[in-house]
């Protein structure tokens, strides 16, 4: 895998994948919200807040940026679509928010899914990665 060639089909992945996240957390607060009363909801870092505030925002214009990724393969420009993938590579970092207040299914969905994003990414950042440098770009 570590020099296989950059495709637009692990692009078009990656993008169902951070979708796939981004609902999965959307998920979570719902069930944290259908869950809890109003007056004993959680604030703070070990709440929903910072993964309404921060997270899902931060997904979407990750997510926002694949078509152009895409536009820039077409042209053979992968700089592009390997910067976005080393961002999501630290996805795993970025979201270290405490997730006690997710319902424990919910919890493992969130995990699992920002596994898979972060996998993919970084295969797709590796790929990217080995032929930018083969072809001097780097």
Request: net charge negative.
């Amino acid at each position: 895998m570590e020099n296989s060639a950059l495709s637009e089909k692990d692009l078009l992945a990656l993008q169902a994948l951070v979708q796939r996240l981004i609902t999965a957390i959307e998920q979570a607060v719902a069930a944290y919200a259908g869950l809890s009363a109003p007056h004993v909801q959680l604030r703070g870092w070990n709440s929903p807040e910072p993964w309404i505030d921060r997270v899902i925002p931060n997904l979407r214009q990750k997510a926002a940026h694949i078509p152009f990724s895409l536009q820039a393969m077409t042209s053979y420009d992968l700089k592009p679509a390997t910067m976005l993938s080393s961002d999501l590579v630290g996805l795993a970092k970025d979201l270290e928010f405490d997730t006690s207040w997710m319902p424990n299914a919910h919890r493992e969905e969130v995990s699992r899914a920002v596994d898979e994003v972060v996998n993919l990414a970084s295969k797709i950042y590796r790929a990217g990665y080995h032929q930018l440098k083969a072809s001097g770009q780097i």
